[in-house]
């Protein structure tokens, strides 16, 4: 069964802390995986890797897949309060003539000022 | 309009009554989605359409029947609703390349 395990599940820091969200998957037909920020409503798109060791870079924001580990990690150097969010990661997989994503539950952060 | 719309915002719907989620998008992308997002569980596909004509089912499409008339348009029915249907609704789209996919603001719905 595909799937996309996101740790930690919720991370409380100060402002101008740096953090490390974590994404691992398991699926067949791997085509990338995305990175999404939600805050009040919905998902908007923040990166999408598709080759292993290739930093993906925005900002604070940065991201980089690993397929030998099977896994990514997203970056946000010197948080700010308007980075609280829900952070997902998905996992497009190609099945059935169209891509599909498996989506991880996601990580809540939650910078204080 | 640009990007994609959904509607209603919100909704309270009684158990048993049928109702349709519209979700419309003006990109002319060929391939929407259904998902629905609830605490603790995440996004979960409902059905998917990979262009105007063609429907397929995703992770949990039990009570729920979509169409695809044309490419703009992607209605949700819940032809009985259940209080188990109560979450918040996103629809989505993506172009023919399949990069990314484009969400719309979701629904919130609530079935008593």
């Known amino acids: 069964e595909d799937k996309v395990v996101q740790s930690p599940l919720s991370l409380v820091v100060h402002e101008g802390d740096t953090v490390t969200l974590n994404c691992s998957y398991e699926?067949?037909?791997?085509?990338?995986l995305l990175w999404y920020k939600q805050e009040k409503k919905a998902p908007t798109f923040l990166f999408m890797l598709?080759?292993?060791?290739i930093e993906k870079k925005s900002g604070r924001l940065s991201s980089i897949l690993d397929k030998k580990e099977l896994s990514s990690i997203l970056n946000i150097t010197a948080t700010q309060t308007g980075d609280s969010a829900i952070y997902l990661c998905?996992?497009?997989?190609?099945?059935?003539?169209?891509?599909?994503?498996?989506f991880g539950k996601g990580t809540k952060l939650t910078v204080n000022p | 309009i640009a990007g994609i719309t959904q509607a209603p915002t919100s909704q309270i719907l009684a158990a048993g009554r049928r109702m349709t989620l519209r979700c419309t998008q003006d990109?002319?992308?060929?391939?929407m989605y259904w998902y629905r997002q609830d605490l603790g569980l995440g996004l979960r596909l409902i059905h998917y359409?990979?262009?105007?004509?063609?429907?397929g089912k995703g992770e949990v499409p039990d009570g729920y029947s979509v169409s695809r008339a044309n490419t703009d348009d992607f209605p949700l029915t819940l032809a009985s609703a259940v209080p188990s249907q109560t979450s918040v609704y996103f629809c989505?789209?993506?172009?023919?390349?399949?990069?990314?996919?484009?969400f719309g603001p979701g629904t919130r719905l609530l079935v008593l």
């Open positions: 989505a789209s993506s172009d023919d390349r399949g990069t990314t996919q484009y």
């Open positions: 699926v067949t037909n791997f085509r990338s």
């Open positions: 598709t080759s292993s060791g």
């Open positions: 998905a996992v497009d997989r190609f099945q059935g003539g169209s891509e599909k994503l498996v």
């Open positions: 990109m002319r992308h060929n391939a």
């Open positions: 359409s990979n262009t105007a004509g063609t429907t």
